[in-house]
T-cell receptor, first 113, second 116 residues
């Protein structure tokens, strides 16, 4: 099983739709979770951190489910400008007690008029 | 300057050349990273430096040689690369705690490398 898995999509949705992505991780000792957005041929940019209590930023809601080892991202009222690849990032533990960031391969979202 | 800056933005090099990629962060972060992103593949972590010490080498071939002279600068020295090394090379920085758990990563714009 891969350390961090995402459905690559693409998710093709109309403007105004609500869309949700999940990201599963294999190591239950993982800490610190994030969603990043990457536009074509650009660098990833932080969208939001993911907390156990869940967090919301405008149209975006992120949730962490430690029991089932996944994080989710919900986008409400999709805009054309939301079209991008959404990457989940998990801080995975390594031998010796350190953590390293592991990226999923990303979920492609296409919002159409 | 603010954030993370990478130079050059584009690089074309022959297989016998030696070149270096440069990354500089202006965020006061204590950790820096090199990532490789190939087409249709996830981001691959190459190297991690915490407080200027290399803490991770993710089985990267020796033709890639990192250097971290201080906590703000990171280099990736390249020599005798192969065409399959062509990719986007991204530098990132973060602030990590005593357990090396990071609180977000800031990326540079990347260097798009083509090996001919």
């Amino acid at each position: 099983r891969k350390e961090v898995e995402q459905d690559p999509g693409p998710f093709n949705v109309p403007e105004g739709a609500t869309v949700a992505f999940n990201c599963t991780y294999s190591n239950s000792a993982s800490q610190s979770f994030f969603w990043y957005r990457q536009d074509c041929r650009k660098e990833p940019k932080l969208l939001m951190s993911v907390y156990s209590s869940g967090n919301e930023d405008g149209r975006f809601t992120a949730q962490l489910n430690r029991a089932s080892q996944y994080i989710s991202l919900l986008i409400r009222d999709s805009k054309l400008s939301d079209s991008a690849t959404y990457l989940c990032v998990v801080n995975s533990p390594r031998a010796g007690g350190s953590y390293i960031p592991t990226f999923g391969r990303g979920t492609s979202l296409i919002v159409h008029p | 300057e603010t954030g993370v800056t990478q130079t050059p933005r584009h690089l074309v090099m022959g297989m016998t050349n030696k070149k270096s990629l440069k990354c500089e962060q202006h965020l006061g972060h204590n950790a820096m990273y090199w990532y490789k992103q190939s087409a249709k593949k996830p981001l691959e972590l190459m190297f991690v430096y915490n407080f200027k010490e290399q803490t991770e080498n993710n089985s990267v071939p020796s033709r890639f040689s990192p250097e971290c002279p201080n906590s703000s600068h990171l280099f990736l020295h390249l020599h005798t690369l192969q065409p399959e090394d062509s990719a986007l090379y991204l530098c990132a920085s973060s602030q990590v705690d005593i357990y090396q758990v990071a609180y977000g990563y800031t990326f540079g714009s990347g260097t798009r490398l083509t090996v001919v």
